[in-house]
């Protein structure tokens, strides 16, 4: 027996070629991170846009769509002059840094590595559907995600539907709307049109002393006034963030909105390792987001359907009866 084996041309073309595709694979990665850091997107990503855009400007149309629009949205929107391009994404996975809170309040460093990944994920998301060509996106969902190999990771993935006009309407920057395609389409049906996406957080720290923790004990029923100010000045926080977003759309108004909540228990015990003195701290999580609209007539206004059944064309048509045949 061999104590050693001489390869074959084909085994070394097939190390070759296995050595190449890793290297590839690595540029690949590098040119991605590097496309990241500078505000754009993967470069699967552009890849993928590029090629939607090339068969669109081209009149070949998409040759094969990907869309979450049901049937009944799909047969709506292509009866009021749209037609769907493909589904388009944005995510981000965020490192929240270090926050050693010991009063009640806010905590920075959650609340403001929520904002950014979601902003984030919304903006990639943008981008894919303007690399498209896409009069807008309707049915945008925002998922967040606390990702099991990551004990201080948030993901936050914005998925939704890019939609084009039959027309050849190309948007200088698309629309991004949290609305079903028959809410678009009423929409543009009462002069209104979504002005984009917007979105609030905040993570809030409630500390529990002691007459806190005695206060839950009590046997008497009683309001514990420090949670009740502190869930209302978390979803003050996250509802006027999501309304300062509306704003600077210049928006009239948010339809749509969504509004998560969750609460964290933080088990606390005293230096001396008293059970008796043992409490829990809190935190909790609040995040709000929906679709601004502006109040003016937008570009396309749609007919009111009506049932209109012509009786010549009925009268017309072959009837058959059964065993007739």
């Not at 806190?212 to 000045?233: F, G, I, P």
Request: charged share 20%; with cysteine; net charge negative.
């Amino acid at each position: 027996m061999p104590f050693f084996h001489r390869e074959s041309p084909e085994e070394k073309q097939q190390k070759e070629a296995s050595r190449a595709a890793v290297e590839l694979e690595a540029q690949l990665q590098e040119q991605s991170r590097q496309a990241l850091a500078a505000g754009g997107l993967p470069v699967r990503a552009q890849e993928r846009v590029a090629k939607i855009h090339d068969a669109l400007s081209a009149g070949a149309g998409v040759p094969l769509f990907s869309s979450d629009l049901s049937v009944s949205e799909l047969l709506l929107t292509r009866q009021t002059g749209y037609e769907p391009v493909g589904l388009v994404a944005g995510s981000c996975v965020y490192h929240i840094g270090w926050n050693r809170w010991t009063l009640t309040g806010e905590l920075d460093a959650q609340t403001n590595a929520m904002l950014s990944a979601g902003n984030l994920a919304i903006d990639r998301l943008t981008q894919e559907a303007k690399g498209m060509g896409a009069l807008g996106v309707v049915g945008v969902t925002l998922e967040i995600r606390r990702p099991e190999w990551g004990e201080r990771l948030i993901e936050v993935v914005a998925l939704g539907t890019a939609i084009r006009s039959s027309s050849g309407t190309v948007a200088t920057e698309p629309f991004i709307s949290g609305l079903s395609a028959q809410e678009y389409c009423s929409l543009l049906r009462i002069g209104s049109r979504p002005a984009g996406l917007v979105f609030g957080a905040s993570t809030y720290y409630i500390y529990t002393n002691w007459r806190d923790a005695r206060q839950n004990m009590s046997w008497y029923n009683q309001e514990v006034v420090k949670y009740t100010e502190s869930l209302r000045d978390a979803q003050r926080y996250a509802f006027g963030r999501m309304h300062a977003r509306a704003q600077d759309f210049g928006a009239d108004g948010i339809v749509g909105a969504h509004i998560e909540h969750s609460l964290h228990r933080i088990p606390y015990e005293d230096g001396d390792g008293n059970d008796d003195r043992a409490r829990n701290d809190y935190v909790v999580e609040y995040i709000a987001w929906g679709t601004a609209i502006v109040e003016a007539p937008a570009d396309v206004q749609l007919q009111r359907p009506s049932m209109v059944l012509n009786l010549e064309d009925l009268a017309r048509t072959p009837r058959s009866t059964p065993g007739s045949e």
